[in-house]
């Protein structure tokens, strides 16, 4: 069975940092994103990994910030996020699909994905 497991979210002061983790299973996979949604707000790309060759994408508002990275064992990502801010406060998911996909296109196209989790909750207070 395929399934994505996202944990480590919190709540957490602003400027501090959190690590998210998804933990994949029940199927092979090329790549896998990061996204996010705030109350109101539309699913937004945070980053995303091409295993083959470990290229990343970032979102603009996290370059700098955030760092994707892949356990070498498992395929198990991270999301590092340091210096966080009001505004990334959000539901976190992970997303990935069954066939191969370019991070370009699926980061600013959530609904290309057909494979994610069921979200972490950050909280970041200021």
């Known amino acids: 069975q395929v399934q994505l497991v996202e944990s480590g979210g919190g709540l957490v002061q602003s400027g501090g940092s959190l690590k998210l983790t998804c933990a994949a299973s029940g199927g092979r996979y090329t790549g896998m994103a990061w996204f996010r949604q705030a109350p109101g707000k539309e699913r937004q790309g945070v980053a995303c990994m091409h295993f083959n060759d470990r290229r990343t994408f970032y979102a603009e508002s996290v370059k700098g910030r955030f760092t994707i990275s892949k356990d070498n064992d498992r395929d198990t990502v991270y999301l590092q996020m340091d210096d966080l801010k009001d505004e990334d406060t959000a539901v976190y998911y992970c997303?990935?699909?069954?066939?191969?996909?370019?991070?370009?296109?699926?980061?600013?196209?959530?609904?290309?994905?057909?494979?994610w989790g069921q979200g972490t909750q950050v909280t970041v207070s200021s």
């Open positions: 997303a990935s699909d069954r066939v191969p996909f370019p991070c370009q296109i699926a980061i600013n196209s959530p609904l290309s994905l057909d494979l």
